[in-house]
């Protein structure tokens, strides 16, 4: 499982979104997630959906890769969307549901069911009584039961159900799923089309107003860029971790609690080694090729901003636009 997450890993590609400035991509990113909550109904959430959906297809990423980034946390979103599902209470609740049934159905279900239960009784007690004796009782309570089914054949046993779920619940919950969804792979898509060089930069640059107030943003930048880039790293080694375990008899599905926790710690204990490890091979690299924090750095590649850049934020405006208008104008 751990091997098909693809969270912070870079794909390489060649489409218009590849070839955007990544200061683009990450300002339209923060700023999608902000003005997805003035979507309310169903019209802006179409919207929503097809405008990530055309963005998405046309990146030149699968989709795959996309559903490996949203499958990790489904059953974050459905538990979501059954607490909101079972708690908002507003609106109005769907219309009860009655069934009909003829008596006889319900007779015959019984039977099926009686005969069942009798033969399971059987296997418990046919050391206590005789095989005959049990058959004949068997035999007995099917007749009465069919003699009793005859005489209220031509009656209705009616059942009613009444809805404890409104229908303003149902459509939340899948706005809410939806948004998750629509936020998640706009933010997989950031990563999955951006270097982590490209990244660091785009970091800087959008946070360097805070320099006035002496944040390091350069440092900043960086810490960000290497958490995300050294996920996918962590979770490969973490996958060689568990297949070297499950090789040597550990089994992290079975056992008690206690066996869990101690597996778990077995798992945990390698993890920190080479998380440290890791971290010192990249200090180490780092003061080799010059780094001193805190001081002014040159960069190989510089960001340019091309009218393409200027098209796809202009592309933001627009869907702002229709978010506000369809939910303060349009009635």
């Known amino acids: 499982m751990l091997d098909n997450i693809k969270l912070g890993q870079y794909l390489y590609g060649d489409s218009w979104y590849y070839r955007l400035d990544p200061r683009a991509k990450l300002v339209m990113t923060s700023f999608f997630i902000v003005i997805i909550f003035l979507?309310?109904?169903?019209?802006?959430?179409?919207?929503?959906?097809?405008?990530?959906?055309?963005?998405?297809?046309?990146s030149g990423v699968s989709l795959k890769f996309f559903y490996r980034s949203i499958r990790p946390i489904f059953f974050l979103i459905l538990l979501t969307f059954l607490l909101n599902l079972f708690f908002y209470r507003a609106g109005e609740t769907f219309p009860p549901i009655s069934i009909s049934i003829n008596k006889i159905i319900v007779g015959i279900y019984l039977i099926i069911i009686i005969s069942i239960i009798l033969l399971r009784l059987f296997k418990l007690i046919e050391r206590y009584i005789s095989a005959k004796i049990f058959k004949i009782s068997t035999l007995v309570i099917i007749i009465l039961n069919i003699v009793i089914v005859y005489f209220y054949k031509n009656e209705q046993i009616t059942w009613s159900f009444e809805w404890l779920i409104y229908k303003n619940a149902v459509m939340n919950g899948g706005f809410i799923i939806l948004r998750l969804i629509l936020i998640i792979s706009f933010s997989s898509l950031l990563t999955f089309t951006t270097k982590p060089t490209d990244l660091t930069l785009a970091i800087e640059h959008v946070l360097s107003p805070f320099k006035l107030i002496k944040l390091p943003v350069s440092e900043l930048a960086l810490m960000i860029t290497i958490s995300l880039r050294f996920i996918p790293t962590l979770l490969e080694e973490t996958q060689k971790i568990l297949k070297a375990q499950t090789s040597r008899g550990a089994d992290f599905t079975e056992g008690n609690l206690k066996d869990k926790v101690i597996q778990i710690i077995s798992l945990l204990i390698p993890m920190f080694i080479i998380s440290f490890k890791r971290a010192e091979d990249l200090a180490n690299a780092m003061e080799a090729r010059g780094y001193v924090p805190g001081k002014k750095r040159t960069s190989l590649r510089e960001l340019k901003w091309h009218l393409r850049d200027t098209f796809y934020i202009f592309s933001f405006i627009l869907l702002t636009g229709y978010f506000i208008y369809f939910r303060y104008f349009w009635t």
Do not use: K, P, Q, S
């Open 39 to 58: 979507a309310n109904n169903i019209i802006t959430y179409i919207g929503a959906a097809v405008f990530t959906l055309f963005i998405v297809l046309t």
